[in-house]
């Protein structure tokens, strides 16, 4: 089996920072593409973020210039630093991760639980 389990999520003031952290354990043989999305009451889930197993990285316009994710291979992990917060970002942040269990190369997709985040005005 295979968990994700975010961490980092809270309140922030506008303007401030927020670093979520996505932890991947179980049975796992390489991970692919590690995502960030969010969903904000009342909205679909969007993809803000992306990194590939090579560290190549994508952004939604709506994060660009303000989050950064990176990744930590020998960790599993994945991170999101989340610079200059706007209310708007007020949201359940989730990661998603492409994982091969074993040596078949199926990818199988996970989600983690959700961490919230919300950036008063």
């Known amino acids: 089996q295979v968990q994700l389990v975010e961490s980092g999520g809270g309140l922030v003031q506008a303007g401030g920072s927020l670093r979520l952290s996505c932890v991947a354990s179980?049975?796992?043989?390489?991970?692919?593409?590690i995502s960030w999305y969010r969903q904000a009451p009342g909205k679909e889930r969007e993809l803000i973020a992306r990194?590939?197993?090579?560290?190549?990285?994508d952004y939604a316009n709506s994060v660009k210039g303000r989050f950064t994710i990176s990744r930590d291979n020998a960790k599993n992990t994945v991170y999101l630093q989340m610079n200059s917060l706007k209310p708007e970002d007020t949201a359940v942040y989730y990661c998603?991760?492409?994982?091969?269990?074993?040596?078949?190369?199926?990818?199988?997709?996970?989600w983690g639980q959700g961490t919230q985040v919300t950036v008063s005005s």
């Open positions: 998603n991760a492409e994982i091969q269990v074993d040596i078949s190369p199926r990818l199988r997709y996970y």
């Open positions: 179980g049975t796992i043989f390489s991970i692919n593409d």
């Open positions: 990194i590939t197993s090579s560290h190549s990285t």
